[in-house]
């Protein structure tokens, strides 16, 4: 089975979509600002130097700029941490 172009003859094109490579920080609403985050200590430290927001173990976003000891730790983060975490680690 042959098809033909609707319009006459032509060429064929193929249609490719670029993929958006800036990146979105959307901040989550919510009790970031009371408490301290765990999160991958390079990418804290990374946020720190770049003012760029990182993900928390309790999936907050945020950008990491006061000293964390000032602050309670997040219950989810140590919680997630304690339980999921540090059960992962083959060291342990």
């Known amino acids: 089975m042959t098809t033909t172009p609707e319009n006459g003859g032509g060429t064929l094109?193929?249609?490719r979509v670029d993929e958006q490579?800036?990146?979105?920080?959307?901040y989550d609403a919510g009790d970031h600002e009371k408490f301290s985050h765990y999160a991958p200590k390079?990418?804290?430290m990374q946020a720190m130097i770049e003012g760029?927001?990182?993900?928390?173990l309790c999936g907050k976003l945020w950008v990491p700029s006061?000293?964390?000891?000032?602050?309670?730790?997040c219950p989810v983060c140590k919680d997630l941490y304690e339980?999921?975490?540090?059960?992962d680690d083959?060291?342990?």
């Open 13 to 15: 094109t193929d249609e």
């Open 21 to 26: 490579t800036s990146t979105d920080y959307r």
């Open 42 to 44: 390079d990418k804290i």
């Open 52 to 56: 760029t927001p990182v993900r928390a």
């Open 66 to 73: 006061r000293d964390p000891s000032r602050f309670p730790v």
């Open 83 to 87: 339980n999921v975490v540090q059960n």
């Open 90 to 92: 083959p060291s342990s």
